[in-house]
Structure formats: structure tokens, C-alpha cells
């Protein structure tokens, strides 16, 4: 019985290894989409701005706020990670 376990352990060790580019390949996709999509929503929501009253500059600078919060780093952080940072 312990010598199935074993016998297991070298093709459950390469299917994780398989997996893995698939899961960060889609995992980078799925993060460029929400990148696109970030952006679009910070055009439409700087141009909803302006056209209520708010000046073009602060009607930029909460755009731009708004399209670059979305972050990887962050997500993990509040999924209860903890990610490293860097420099």
C-alpha cells in the first residue's frame, strides 16, 4: 500500500509541472484583460467627470488613480498573502 503512494508521487510531481506554465499563462491573460478594461473605464469615467463640472487636470489625476489601483500585488495581499516588496 505505501509502495503505491510512492509510485504515484513522480507523475503527480511532473502533472503540477505541467500545469503550471497553463495556470500562469492564463493567470497573465486574465490579468491584461482586466488592465484593458481598467483603462477603458478610467477614459469613460474622466470624460463622465468633466462633462458633470470637475476640471480636466482633477478629472485626470482621479482617472488615472482609478486605472492603475488595480494591481496584482494588491489583489493577493487581500486574498490574505503576503507578498514581497521590492526596492
Do not use: C, Q
Not at 2 to 18: F, G, Q, W
Not at 35 to 54: D, I, P, T
Amino acid at each position: 500500500m505505501m509502495s503505491e503512494h510512492r509510485d504515484d508521487l513522480p507523475k503527480l510531481v511532473a502533472a503540477i509541472t505541467l500545469s503550471i506554465p497553463k495556470i500562469a499563462l492564463g493567470t497573465g491573460i486574465a490579468y491584461l484583460r482586466m488592465k484593458r478594461n481598467a483603462k477603458k473605464s478610467a477614459k469613460l469615467f474622466e470624460k463622465g467627470l468633466v462633462s458633470s463640472g470637475l476640471s480636466p487636470t482633477m478629472a485626470h489625476e482621479l482617472a488615472l488613480k482609478y486605472e492603475t489601483d488595480l494591481s496584482i500585488r494588491k489583489m493577493i495581499n487581500n486574498f490574505g498573502g503576503n507578498f514581497p516588496k521590492w526596492g
